[in-house]
Nanobody, 132 residues
Framework: VQLQASGGGLVQPGDSLKLSCAGS????????IAWFRQAPGKEREAVSC????????YHADFVKGRFTLSKDNVENMVYLRMNSLKPEDTAVYYC??????????????????????????WGKGTLVTVSS
């Protein structure tokens, strides 16, 4: 699986931005596509995640109500719409893909989404800077 993230840029607090993740090489729909971010001096953290299989969605608490996620399996695209951006959202954003189990609970899905080491494929990051 190959992934490419795009759409980052410099915006002001309160602005919106839409990131895109273009994928290829999927052999089935049993993948989770996640967005992670890494700010300078901080560890990489999971932001949002969507299941190609059934559209289940996970959002980290710090983006709930502000970020939305959508997918297009035909075009192999995943979109992260970020609203009400804050300076603390400044980071390099990465999209990643990890295998999804054939069965499991929503908690299993979330655990898979949040695992950096569980993601088998990573795209190059796109920088988001929120500053006035």
């Amino acid at each position: 699986v190959q992934l490419q993230a795009s759409g980052g840029g410099l915006v002001q607090p309160g602005d919106s931005l839409k990131l895109s993740c273009a994928g290829s090489g999927f052999t089935s729909d049993y993948y989770n596509i996640a967005w992670f971010r890494q700010a300078p001096g901080k560890e990489r953290e999971a932001v949002s995640c969507i299941s190609r299989k059934d559209g289940s969605i996970y959002h980290a608490d710090f983006v709930k109500g502000r970020f939305t996620l959508s997918k297009d399996n035909v075009e192999n695209m995943v979109y992260l719409r970020m609203n009400s951006l804050k300076p603390e959202d400044t980071a390099v954003y990465y999209c990643a893909a990890g295998p999804a189990p054939y069965s499991g609970t929503y908690s299993d899905f979330v655990a898979g989404c949040r695992s950096v080491h569980g993601m088998g494929s990573w795209g190059k990051g796109t920088l988001v800077t929120v500053s006035s």
